[in-house]
DNA sequence: CTGACTTCGTTCAATCAATTAACAAAGTGA
DNA sequence: TCACTTTGTTAATTGATTGAACGAAGTCAG
């Protein structure tokens, strides 16, 4: 009963404007919730008789729908309303943070059924991908779900990644992840599809999904954490780059004349917006006391932020200055992409409105088509919520290939001659 | 006989399925030029009768199809070939330059049938459109074409434009034109749909089509002219921004010590690398003598241009310090977007490699992942080529609804009830 | 130059899915 | 209780695609 299982039962034969047919009903009975078959017909405009008949495929022998039960009356018979079957098949999610492993398990619409996390461990490398597997098992047990219907898997790793391999080039902070074929790993181990992408990407994909980004077409999110990273969405569509690097605008030059100084010179948006940078500027270091007596950056910071918010000059002075890099990167990225929104993510984006309101007027007095500037309002959640939303992209298009997107009549293949 | 007029004639009453092969059919034709019927069942794995039998409709009752000759037998009864009709239509793009004017007449396919350039009318506005007009039905007539037949058209003009309204909100150099409906206006002197965008964009459209960019999904080309844009191309569709600002990179600023100085102070890229700029620097004064004797800025930007190429040490300078800041610049936007390649199009450009390898040395120093770098092989005639370009856009969406592309089976409307 | 073989395209009957029309089912409301 | 609405199914019709057979128009070998 396996999905894949039922990938190979389903016969190749069915010509393809019933497939099509098909899957645009599950599609509308996927967007608009529970709804009878008359509804259903209005709504594909498909004719009653014709969405009978693919409702009672899609119910008993495919097994993507189910009935739900009696609707109101509005002086007629009664609508038996169907519903999408939601655990059909169920997703994991993964965000592997520097410090923070998280892993959700969620079904078919992404609804987290249920969540763990623990502290990485600093090894990295396959003793990680352990970890996942056997978190991921145990919220199956948990939960009482059949392990053998993961329909796919969302991964989202820090540092670089190459998506299409599926490979993690560099993470950050863990040194026992260096080109790591994580997702042959892990495909291996679960049997499902599995995505792999950065953080900051993923972060971006939560937030269009249940974010701040939502019904957005063009935004950036910036997380700013230990480094700076952006996940650039245009058109609706993550955009990763032609080697996997966009949104890297750490590497931003904002001093022409410092620019022959190499990567992390002080012309570089890195040494002026990342929590190291921050935590050790000179006036931080007079609020959060010496440097390397705070060893965790993250907790400086946010002292700092605190401190910003009781009105502390200093720790405003800090934020002062760290809005002119970070604006006037962000204004060139606007020069660039001209995006509708712009969500601040990351320990930094916790100073909210003393942040926004800093760089809303330096990126004002760069360009004249200031974005929408927001706080993320899925928090540390993101990154997982978007390794979900991915897993779900990839359980989206292995549906539609199966029932049947393939545009249109295909001729049995190996046609025999005429003879 | 007008494609007005077939439109309204197609009876709408087609059930999908059909429209929908029939496109397929009519794409594969024009993707695999002269092909036999057989040759098209194998292409779109429909069947020898269906194939015959769309054929036939599109060859007679549509018109978008001829037969075109007997092609060799490759062992058996010869193949009779069908070309799509490039002729069912017309194109026409327009290029609106600061100082010229040009147009060109093409078909379907976007060859060029005539085309035709004069100076720009400094006065802009209404007058503009005149002209534009009065050539297109010159182009019409002297080609002894049916402008009856006119079915899209694109236009790209200098300055800022509002693609969904089809305004132009500003043009560069030519006052007249302040928030001009040119969509409108020409749609309803020359009765097809029309679409408007920036000189860069139509740039990289024309590059995308027919130049450097060919293939390329992600890249941006770069219009280094009297100002500098850009034209953003991701997943090979062009990104105009929220604002319809993307690409306006002369926004730019490159030195953190400069924001406050507003627009156009010294740490913004325009004040580098525009025409204006690089002619009024010292150096190039001493090149191209002094301050108000050239008129023309792009003329003494070609002086400049030929004496670096001769080898003249002051020009040579001239291009170091715009490499800094245009390099900067592009280091900046690959940040962003990592493309796979940049363009260069625009007067300076003419600098070619002497460009190209400094401005490279200046970004292989900023970030990692460098694009390729290419001078324009279209040159002056990228905004025009893109031009057509969209208008072959339009006029492919336009068959495609036409034929109808819309997805599947739609009950008659207004089905009247049960009773 | 004839006959076997290919390839191209069409004719014809069969198939399959969607539609219309009619009807059964299951309610509301006067 | 009866007229009316809305939902869903059954039955007959329509329309498009397909497979098989066949005619058309060539090549190629002996």
Known sequence: MSPESAVENEPDGLPSM????????????????????????????????????????????????????????????????????REFGYLVGVDVGSRTLRVALTDLQGQVLARQQVPTDPAGGEILVDQMCTIAGELFTATGRDRGKL?????????????????????????????????????????????????????????????SARQVKDFVFLALGAGVGAGVVVGGQLHRGHHWYAGEISHMNL????????????????????????AEGERARSIVGPAGAGQERGA?????????????????????ELAVYLGTAVANLVAVLDPALIVFGGGVSHAGDLLIERVRRVVSRIVPNLPRFEISTLGDDAQL???????????????????????????????????
């Open 18 to 85: 019933r497939r099509s047919n098909r899957l645009r009903l599950l599609q509308a009975v996927r967007r608009s919730g529970p709804i009878s078959r008359a509804g259903l017909a209005k709504a594909t405009r498909l004719s009653p008789p014709t969405v009978s008949s693919l409702v009672e495929d899609l119910l008993h022998e495919v097994g993507l729908m189910s009935e739900v039960g009696i609707g109101e009356s509005s002086g007629g018979r009664p609508p038996v309303l169907l519903q999408f079957n």
């Open 151 to 211: 329909y796919a898997v969302g991964v989202g790793a820090p540092g670089m990644t190459d998506v299409k391999s599926g490979r993690v080039i560099r993470a950050v902070n863990l040194p026992g992840w260096v080109d790591l074929p994580l997702r042959d790993l892990l495909e291996a181990r679960l049997g499902a599809p599995v995505r792999v992408d950065n953080d900051a990407n993923m972060a971006a994909l939560g937030e269009r999904w249940r974010g």
């Open 255 to 278: 001093d022409v004349r410092e620019w022959r100084s190499d990567f992390g010179g002080r012309g570089y948006l890195e040494s002026h917006v990342g929590a190291v940078a921050i």
């Open 300 to 320: 400086a910071v946010a002292t700092i932020i605190a401190a910003a918010r009781s009105g502390d000059a200093r720790a405003l002075a800090v934020l002062d």
């Open 385 to 419: 919520l978007g390794a979900v939303s991915s897993a779900m992209d990839i359980a989206e298009s292995r549906l539609a290939t199966w029932l049947g997107a393939a545009s249109f009549p295909r001729r049995a293949v190996g046609r025999t001659g005429t003879r």
